[in-house]
């Protein structure tokens, strides 16, 4: 759709969030209006539905209307592919990242069959970053978007079918009197498809502080790879780390090389980190230390800017405001695994463990990128795994065809 459609609901609305956040990550341009702020958008919700105030309501280019629908709803109205074509394939990738893509493409030049089975949209996180600077053959740069776009398109180019808007529930091994045939995968939508090969590249998540104004505000002001969107901030007066830990310090002291000034807030009695990165942060001469602090709000300025991240202090309950043009969010991963719990062997902190061939404890299974225990959280790395994910699922292949 090249016109951008408009959602009409409240910010204290859920299923308001859900449908912001489900056309967000698939990269749907809209129009946000809060009813509560704007009497003719209430007024328009009420002539819409008979006189009710049901929100969401999403009003598309083409003058149709959805009220409070369902991400099954959105992505038929949006149509997004959610069933397979076929009923078997050589390989199935549970995730849509860049490692996903970089494995489907290979396999699929080796003439595979290759399904991709995202639950948002193609592209993963790459997909929502406003800038790479440090992407391989890209000097000035390159959006996001932008780069996740030409992944798919070449993933596309041979062959490579995308499913978005559905999840892999579980999986199953097919035994036959040879031996292992493959796996049954069950799909969130319902279907199964069978596979001779899994590929689990579903990533993981940015823990966020889920304080208010946080949704709206990120790639706005709000991020989570200092490396990627630091170079942003140059010149900037001053930019908040939100997390002691030993990342928050690291990118802390990155940062520097930016911003004025970089102050970092942690919510525990005393910074996380190591000591030595300790003692670095305190003598720096561009940054601070917030202990006891929390993110109560984050402040948007007249162009939908980070300005300032509201803080509580944990002690004395005290509010106050604290001016940043950008915040940087390093308080944890969350490793996509929820559901491969019992099927694969996990370690403590629920990413995937594999061998040095990419293998999980499943047989068929392998698994690479962010979501596999070791990896670096790099998208140059991640795109590495892909491809030498690649490569060992076609050993396997090959072994199983003698």
Same mark, same amino acid.
């Given at each position: 759709m090249t016109a951008k459609l408009k959602v009409i609901g409240a910010s204290w609305c859920p299923d308001c969030k859900r449908a912001k956040t489900f056309l967000g990550q698939h990269r749907i341009e809209f129009d946000w209006v809060d009813m509560e702020s704007d009497p003719s958008a209430q007024a328009e919700v009420e002539r819409i539905n008979g006189g009710k105030? #049901?929100?969401? $309501? #999403?009003?598309?280019?083409?003058?149709?209307?959805?009220?409070?629908?369902?991400?099954?709803e959105l992505a038929e109205k949006l149509q997004i592919v959610r069933e397979a074509s076929l009923g078997s394939y050589d390989v199935v990738i549970a995730g849509g990242g860049p490692t996903a893509l970089t494995t489907a493409i290979y396999a699929a030049r080796e003439n595979l069959k290759v399904l991709i089975i995202e639950k948002s949209a193609v592209g993963g996180q790459a997909g929502v970053t406003e800038r790479f600077d440090n992407y391989p053959g890209f000097p000035d740069g390159i959006g996001g978007a932008e780069l996740a776009g030409r992944f798919e398109q070449q993933a596309r180019k041979y062959g490579v079918e995308i499913l978005q808007a559905v999840g892999v529930e579980s999986f199953k091994e097919i035994d036959n009197e040879e031996g292992y045939a493959g796996l049954d995968i069950a799909l969130s939508t319902g279907a199964v498809v069978q596979a001779r090969v899994l590929l689990? +590249?579903? /990533?993981?998540?940015?823990?966020?502080? /889920? +304080? %208010? @104004?946080?949704? %709206? &505000?990120? @790639?706005a002001g709000i991020h989570f790879c200092a490396t990627c969107d630091g170079p942003f901030y140059k010149g900037a007066k001053e930019v908040v780390v939100l997390g002691g830990g030993n990342s928050g310090l690291e990118? @802390?002291?990155?940062? $520097?090389?930016?911003?004025?000034?970089?102050?970092? #807030?942690?919510?525990? $009695?005393? &910074?996380?980190?190591s000591k030595l990165l300790q003692e670095k942060v305190y003598n720096h001469p561009k940054m601070s230390v917030k202990l006891n602090e929390a993110v109560k709000s984050f402040v948007a300025n007249d162009k939908s800017q980070l300005e300032s991240v509201e803080l509580e202090n944990l002690n004395t309950k005290e509010i106050s405001s604290h001016d940043a043009s950008g915040a940087f969010v390093f308080i944890g991963l969350d490793p996509n695994t929820q559901?491969? $719990?019992?099927?694969?062997?996990?370690?403590?902190?629920k990413f995937i463990k594999t061998d040095q061939m990419f293998n999980t404890s499943a047989r068929g299974v392998f698994a690479a990128g962010d979501v596999r225990g070791g990896s670096t959280k790099q998208l140059a790395s991640a795109v590495g795994e892909g491809a030498a994910a690649a490569i060992q699922i076609r050993y396997f292949l090959d072994k199983l065809e003698k």
């Open positions: 105030r #049901i929100i969401p $309501t #999403i009003i598309f280019p083409d003058g149709s209307i959805l009220t409070e629908p369902s991400n099954d689990v +590249a579903t /990533g993981s998540t940015y823990r966020r502080t /889920g +304080a %208010d @104004g946080e949704d %709206d &505000l990120i @790639g990118e @802390g002291l990155f940062l $520097t090389q930016f911003a004025d000034h970089v102050t970092v #807030i942690e919510r525990g $009695t005393e &910074l996380r980190g559901w491969l $719990t019992g099927s694969v062997e996990l370690d403590e902190r």
